[in-house]
């Protein structure tokens, strides 16, 4: 049984991860025992992973640690609303990290010290580091802005669907905290009395797409969105468990249309939904990237899928 008397809860979802797991425990461990808030990890491994996952649990002694096995069919949104369900009621910050992260020190304090003095913000996030990608042309950058594929400011949310990262470290503002209007579920602290009205969408499976996005910016009807830059981690992307090109195109597609209708449904939205396809379509026809033909299938087939609203998202 969890403590009952923490004020805060380190949320982690995972499945078949064990290696990941470690090396993200091994980070936390490193730069922020605390008696005072609970490590949640919420497991929807098979048999013998699970076993390996419940074990590095177990053994984790920086702060308290519970495992919760998930039993039905795996899926990132309801294992987090499983673990909200269950925590203390004397939890009164929830942090969201993925089970693939290096934490950074002093990264848990930041956000929580952010929470509690600022009584106007509800979410926090901390600065993502990421292997580095290539770096987009202007005149790419500017054909993007143009399908709704982008925009010049951070953090926003566009009625395409697509949103614009805060979230990216950046060498002129390493000190000043910025405002957004969605958070990454991979780096994102939360007080506890908007989660209890605000829950991740049951309705989104597996993997789980723009589940964070969602939830996110649904929360950030209520109370400001900010971004802590001094609170750092880094994200290593594990390939395990990753959709492939064709997949990732397709569900990206579905999943923005489905966002687009709930949060926006209006007529301007659904144009700039389609004008975006358009742009992705383009984008991908010019590609030099290896993956570029299994993109472009995933991209038609999920069009298709679209127009027939054939997927559980696009039927209510």
Same mark, same amino acid.
């Given at each position: 049984?969890?403590p009952?008397?923490v ?5 982690m ?23 005072? $808030? ?9 048999? %013998? ?15 308290? !640690?519970?495992?919760w ?19 203390? #009621? ?19 304090e ?7 003095t ?18 987009s ?6 054909l ?24 990216s470290?950046?060498?002129?503002a ?18 506890r009395?908007l ?6 969408d !049951? ?12 939830? !996110? ?6 109370a ?11 994200? $290593? ?11 990732? !195109?397709? %569900?990206?597609t ?14 301007? %939205? #659904? ?8 742009? #992705?379509?383009? %984008? ?7 993956h ?11 069009? #298709? ?12």
């Open positions: 049984m969890p009952s008397s004020s805060e809860a380190i949320v979802c995972t499945r078949n991860r064990p290696a990941e797991l470690r090396r993200t425990l091994s980070s936390i461990e490193a730069c922020c025992p605390s008696a005072d $808030r609970l490590l949640v990890v919420v497991d929807a491994s098979d048999g %013998a992973e699970r076993m390996r996952t419940r074990s590095l649990v177990e053994r984790f002694a920086p702060c308290p !640690s519970v495992h096995p998930y039993a039905p069919p795996p899926s990132s949104a309801r294992q987090r609303n499983a673990a909200l369900d269950r925590l203390p #009621r004397s939890v009164e910050v929830v942090h969201f990290i993925d089970d693939d992260v290096t934490v950074h020190p002093g990264y848990f930041a956000l929580a010290s952010k929470l509690r600022a009584p106007d913000v509800g979410g926090v996030g901390g600065c993502i580091q990421e292997p580095e990608r290539p770096s042309s202007p005149y790419r950058a500017r993007r802005r143009l399908f709704g594929l982008a925009h010049p400011v951070p953090g926003r949310v566009l009625r395409s669907g697509v949103a614009t990262t805060a979230q470290p950046s060498p002129d390493a000190s000043s905290v910025r405002e957004t209007e969605w958070l990454s579920s991979c780096a994102s602290s939360y007080c009395t989660l209890d009205r605000h829950r991740f !049951s309705a989104l499976t597996g993997y789980a797409m723009l589940e964070d996005l969602d939830l !996110s910016y649904r929360i950030h009807q209520d400001r969105l900010v971004v802590v830059p001094t609170a750092r981690l880094t994200h $290593r992307r594990s390939a395990r468990n990753r959709f492939d090109a064709e997949r990732y !195109s397709h %569900a990206l579905v999943h923005r249309r489905w966002f687009v209708e709930k949060h926006f449904g209006d007529a301007q %939205a #659904r144009r700039a939904y389609w004008w975006s396809q358009v742009g #992705r379509l383009l %984008a991908l026809l010019a590609s030099s990237n290896p570029r033909t299994a993109a472009l299938q995933g991209l038609l087939r999920g069009l #298709r899928t679209v127009l027939r609203r054939d997927h559980p998202l696009l039927r209510s």
